[in-house]
């Protein structure tokens, strides 16, 4: 199974800032997937990253509040931009490799936005 | 569309007792089914899944799901429940293509000595 490790763990950001998160696997995924996770609660499917084109965006997300880029098939980042404190919460990377049916989920990226 | 349901938001059990966390789901198509396992500050790790084939799934750590069509149910179990075992429990149903998860809203386990 591919191992995802996420940058940074955690960081605490002021109002009116962004964030980029980085996502890296240590081997080539078909699909990476972002999502939004509140402390203790069910995870939210933001995008899915798709490699050479634009991500494909759940409704409730859009591109210019959460733009992503995926230059290719091991690394994906996701921005958090113009934050409030509501976007306060864990963003969660994953990836599926087409060998394989399950994701395989990063470490997660606690923001705290004051 | 696809949904998963886990009507317990906590689930208590003695150590060494065995314990069962409930999933129910809702598909159009054939059902493919998974658990993931969630400890404090850390991401979801994959436990195990259902596909295809027999109807009772031998994942990670010990665990096992009994998928049951009549039933719609995916429940999880394990025979000896551990302290290590306490963490949060997602159940989890893919689309058709397994490009996009639905996963329901978590189970609290907690595992007392």
């Known amino acids: 199974s591919a191992v995802i490790s996420q940058k940074p763990s955690r960081d605490i950001c002021q109002r009116g800032t962004s964030l980029t998160i980085q996502c890296q696997v240590d081997?080539?995924?078909?699909?990476m997937f972002w999502y939004r996770q509140q402390p203790g609660q069910s995870l939210t499917l933001i995008a899915t990253?798709?490699?050479?084109?634009?991500?494909?965006?759940e409704s409730g997300f859009v591109i210019d509040k959460f733009p992503i880029s995926r230059p290719n098939l091991t690394f994906s980042t996701l921005t958090v931009s113009n934050m409030s404190p509501e976007d306060s919460s864990i963003y969660l990377c994953?990836?599926?490799?087409?060998?394989?049916?399950?994701?395989?989920f990063g470490p997660g990226t606690r923001l705290t936005v004051l | 569309a696809q949904s998963v349901a886990q009507p317990e938001d906590q689930v208590n059990v003695a150590e060494g007792n065995p314990l069962t966390v409930k999933c129910t789901y809702s598909v159009s198509g054939n059902p493919y089914l998974f658990w993931y396992v969630q400890y404090p500050n850390r991401g979801l790790q994959f436990l195990l899944k259902y596909i295809t084939g027999d109807n009772l799934v031998k994942g990670s750590y010990g665990f096992e799901a009994e998928f049951n069509k009549s039933q719609t149910s995916f429940h999880l179990k394990k025979p000896s429940a551990l302290v290590s075992d306490s963490a949060l429990y997602f159940c989890a149903v893919s689309s058709y293509n397994f490009n996009k998860f639905y996963f329901g809203s978590g189970t609290k386990l907690n595992v007392k000595p």
């Open positions: 081997s080539q995924v078909t699909m």
């Open positions: 990253a798709n490699q050479g084109s634009e991500a494909t965006y």
């Open positions: 994953s990836g599926r490799d087409r060998d394989y049916n399950e994701q395989f």
